[in-house]
């Protein structure tokens, strides 16, 4: 079966970091892009970061430019992002998506505080 789980959600206070990661299973994985995205209360799903198949080009919201950093492994089927310089506006649940499919993880939660 198809699996996408994230990891890595968690209580952290504003100035903190986090590294969330992506496991992927039950299909190809190292010929797709992959995008972190996240969903805040009362908002609508925005995306986040995206890392080409190869890991050599990168894209990220204005929002968190120069805070986090998005990388892949694909011998390990892994995605991760690594958060760094957290603000209370990052709460939200972060998810994958293996771009070209139609799956996605279930999402970890991320909560910063004031």
């Known amino acids: 079966q198809v699996q996408l789980v994230e990891s890595g959600g968690g209580l952290v206070q504003a100035g903190g970091s986090l590294r969330l990661s992506c496991v992927v299973s039950?299909?190809?994985?190292?010929?797709?892009?992959v995008g972190w995205y996240r969903q805040a209360p009362g908002k609508q799903r925005e995306l986040v970061s995206i890392?080409?198949?190869?890991?050599?080009?990168?894209n990220y919201a204005e929002s968190v430019k120069g805070r986090f950093a998005i990388s892949r492994d694909n011998a390990k089927n892994t995605v991760c992002l690594q958060m760094n310089h957290l603000k209370p506006e990052d709460t939200a649940v972060y998810s994958c998506?293996?771009?070209?499919?139609?799956?996605w993880g279930k999402g970890t939660l991320v909560t910063v505080s004031s």
């Open positions: 039950g299909i190809r994985f190292s010929i797709n892009a």
């Open positions: 890392v080409t198949s190869g890991g050599g080009a990168t």
């Open positions: 998506n293996v771009h070209g499919t139609g799956y």
